[in-house]
């Protein structure tokens, strides 16, 4: 298998010339079959995501052809009844943001977030961020570890998947999760989230929402490949004066193991409403098993010693 | 970008984070109520009854034996149905038992429960027609052994979740939820001594157990939540207000109560037996108020982003970025992906 597809060198493709350089775009790649699918035997590279908010422009394309692509309903409410009384719009009237967050029936999440600059000459001016949210494929996914039916499981790409024949709807993986991403369908009874539109890569194609995004804030691709990316667009960002461009998930080494989904933020991670350092919960995992069977033993010596002794 | 709310915490200095219009970080677990927190007490109750009737076996005390066999056997029946109840798709239950999952609490526990009920029924039904009384024996021990740790395990059930308020204590809970167990199990006990009329022999030994475990049922609490205290965000308050906080209050009341009255349940007479069945209800409801208060303070906890992102923050400013390297269990291999270069 060789490295990455190959990419045309046209600075006029797509909309490369304005986010940055052939160094830190995808260019047209995104469009191409990639070459990840191999011989059989072949073990294809871990696939993910590199979300560079910094040319987001929240047009929620992303979500829509998630939506389409992966057959996710509406949810579950009064827009899902097919009302169209400004009631029931599920208007969360904070933002331009309707959608509020990851969730069984919301697969891609546009963030909207509008504040101020708190540096430089802009300062006090009215700024918006946005940002495209996704699972974000976990290389220390608590919420696989805490499967009990073996329905989370790790494809060959690596990312994270449900299997909906295996699932019998537990929910162990709602809290599990650090940034809160899976979640129960009601209706259904079963979790759902972002499958890194597992059947697209499967054949080579890229996934839904990484194919609609018009400024290729949403880059799919090899992860490594990802991070060099990510880095280089970081270092881009730094000289042209944007000091608070941060690399979000993006190290091997952190609580999660980095993750397979990683973004490029220009603020805090909780502005966008991710956690700030998250751990996987398995971590503690070996420390509670050796605590729950000293606490089961002391129920036993208590029960024991309570039968000591006279009446 | 939405409100920034000022931390409340003792031990670090005061803070402001921000936050996503204050919403949520995590998701509310979906966990059914109260499902869930009636299978953390029966299980806790059928785990401890089951050594008891082992025990009351072996020193001749037949009341107790039945006792002990008929309350954990039904506490495993009644914690079943509460947890494939609890299930998106209760028809597929049996997946629980698909594959054999150490990182999964959720899977050690069925394969404790599912043990524990096989066990805890035959010795019941033994007990109940008189047929094969040896392999009743045989089937209590077997359930008496799978008892503790079914009493234990439900700790790290919650603890092993991102909900901070269950998390930052895995190692009181399980502790919290043992002694809850021998409790609920000890005040199941002494009801059926004190309505059976028993004697004191028979009343002693749980009385013993009813008194030890509300004691270690309220230090436990009381640790938990000083442990809580000491972190910003006001993580605390999940157990300390709201439902959670009126449950608790409700659990310590009652628990003080029938630990000072399981005292007197060793008096001879009438009176002994109606301190035993007073003592034992109130131990018994309170164990069952501690389950609910657990459960109430995670729904809390999993909906206020500040309880995420103030420890997280003061974890950051005085130890550095966290790390998942350390104590992996050896089956974890299987889900992490695979090195290629």
């Known amino acids: 298998m060789s490295g990455r597809p190959h ?76 009302s ?24 891609r999440h546009v963030a909207f977030v509008e504040s101020q600059h708190r540096t430089g000459p802009q300062k006090g001016d009215v700024r918006w961020l946005m940002s495209s949210d996704v699972c974000k494929h976990c290389t220390h996914a608590a ?80 992860l490594d490949e990802l991070r060099e990316r990510a ?67 002391g129920l036993a010596a208590a029960v024991a010693a309570s039968f000591l002794g006279g009446s | 970008m939405g409100r920034r709310s000022r931390v409340r915490g003792s031990m670090v200095p005061e803070a402001e984070f921000s936050s996503y219009y204050g919403r949520p970080i995590l998701k509310k677990p ?55 109840h609890d299930l998106g798709r209760p028809s597929r239950f049996l997946n629980m038992l698909r594959v054999v999952k ?14 524990f009920a096989g066990a805890a029924s035959a010795a019941a039904a033994s007990e109940v027609t008189g047929v094969a009384p040896a392999l009743g024996r045989l089937a209590g021990w077997g359930a008496a052994a799978f008892g503790p740790p079914l009493a234990s395990y439900t700790g790290v059930l919650l603890a092993d979740t991102a ?35 028993a004697p004191r022999r028979e009343r002693t030994p749980v009385a013993r157990l009813a008194v030890a475990g509300a004691a270690a049922e309220l230090a436990a609490g009381e640790i938990l939540e000083r442990r809580l205290e000491r972190l910003p965000g006001g993580v605390v308050d999940a157990w300390r207000t709201g439902r959670a906080g009126r449950w608790n209050r409700l659990a310590r009341a009652l628990t003080v109560a029938g630990g000072l009255g399981a005292l007197l349940a060793g008096l001879r007479g009438p009176s002994g037996r109606v301190a035993a069945v007073a003592s034992g209800a109130a131990l018994a409801a309170g164990s069952l108020a501690t389950r609910f208060a657990a459960f109430e303070a995670g729904l809390a906890s999993a909906a206020d982003p500040q309880h995420v992102v103030a420890p997280q923050r003061a974890r950051l400013a005085t130890e550095g970025p966290a790390s998942a390297e350390g104590s992996w269990l050896a089956g974890e291999r299987s889900t992490r992906p695979v090195p290629r270069s």
């Not at chain 1, 295996?166 to 259904?188: L, Q, S, T």
């Not at chain 1, 667009?233 to 397979?260: M, W």
């Not at chain 1, 991710?274 to 070996?286: E, F």
């Open chain 2, 102 to 115: 150490p990182t999964s609490p959720l899977s050690v526990g069925s394969w404790i429960l599912a043990p």
């Open chain 1, 84 to 107: 169209t009384r400004m009631a029931d719009l599920d208007l969360l009237g904070m933002s331009y943001d309707n959608t509020g967050d990851l969730g069984a029936n919301s697969w």
């Open chain 1, 143 to 222: 919420c696989l570890d805490v499967c009990p039916t073996g329905a989370l499981m790790r494809t060959e790409f690596d990312t994270v998947y449900v299997q909906p024949d295996v699932c019998n709807g537990c929910g162990y993986c709602v809290p599990a999760c650090p940034y809160g991403v899976i979640d129960i369908r009601p209706e259904d009874g079963r979790a759902f989230k972002c499958t890194l539109c597992y059947d697209r890569t499967k054949d080579g194609l890229t996934p839904a929402c990484a194919q609609a995004c018009p400024t290729e804030s949403i880059q799919f691709g090899p």
């Open chain 1, 231 to 297: 880095d280089r667009r970081l270092a881009q960002l730094h000289d042209r004066g944007v000091p608070e461009a941060r690399l979000y998930g993006r190290h091997p080494d952190d609580g999660v193991g980095g993750d397979g989904a990683f973004f490029l933020l220009l603020d805090e991670p909780e502005a966008y409403g991710l956690p700030p350092d998250p751990v996987v919960t398995t971590r503690d995992l070996p420390a509670m098993w050796k605590r729950a069977a000293l606490a089961a033993a």
């Open chain 2, 163 to 197: 909900v901070p308020a269950w998390h930052e204590v895995h190692g009181e809970l399980p502790v919290l939820f043992a002694a809850s167990g021998a409790a609920a199990g000890a005040g199941a006990q002494l009801i059926v001594t004190g309505l059976a009329g």
């Open chain 2, 30 to 84: 979906t966990w059914k109520n109260p499902d869930v927190p009636l299978y953390l007490w029966v299980g806790g109750m059928a785990g401890a009854s089951s050594v008891v009737a082992a025990l009351a076996d072996a020193t001749g005390r037949p009341v107790l034996r039945r006792g002990g066999r008929l309350v954990a056997a039904g506490g495993a029946a009644l914690g079943t149905v509460a947890l494939v």
């Open chain 1, 7 to 82: 990419h045309p060198a046209d600075p006029a493709a797509g909309f490369a010339g304005n986010v940055g350089t052939p160094d830190t775009t995808p260019m047209t790649g995104q469009t191409e079959r990639a070459d990840w699918i191999g011989m059989p035997g072949e073990r294809p590279p871990r696939l993910g995501f590199f979300t560079d908010t910094s040319v987001c422009i929240g047009c929620k394309a992303c979500e829509v052809a998630c939506k389409e692509w992966n057959l996710v309903p509406a949810d579950a409410g009064p827009s899902g009844s097919g």
